[in-house]
């Protein structure tokens, strides 16, 4: 288990390095105003390039963030106590779909391999 902990302090310091990177990207894009953004969705004004680049990057932000936080609270002390925690639906539903995804693809690796 020490490997997978390592391997999660390394991608949440690779992802650390991207959100600097998305943060300064996104910093140097023009900003519509509130009301501009309004009249978009209100369909009264026309999506601009700045305006979509902004909202791409802040859902690539937000996510990044998220993923970031999730691998921070992988370690010893978590894992000793698994079996105190409380999954949501949500952190249920992820686990149901990583073992099927699994079970899904070995299923098409044998399939594969005996055509």
């Known amino acids: 288990m020490s490997e997978v902990i390592q391997t999660a302090e390394d991608v949440v310091r690779l992802l650390e390095e991207v959100l ?5 990207a996104q910093t140097s894009i023009p900003a519509p105003t509130l009301r501009e953004i309004a009249e978009i ?16 990057f802040q859902r690539a932000i937000l996510a990044a963030e998220n993923v970031a936080s999730d691998l921070r609270a992988v370690d010893l002390e ?12 949500v952190e249920l539903n992820a686990l149901e779909q990583a073992v099927a995804e699994r079970t899904e693809g070995a299923v098409g690796v044998k399939g594969r391999a005996g055509e």
């Open 20 to 24: 600097e990177k998305l943060q300064a």
């Open 78 to 89: 978590t894992l000793r106590n698994v079996h105190q925690l409380d999954l949501s639906g």
């Open 41 to 56: 969705r209100q369909g009264k004004r026309p999506l601009t390039e700045q305006a979509y680049l902004l909202g791409i």
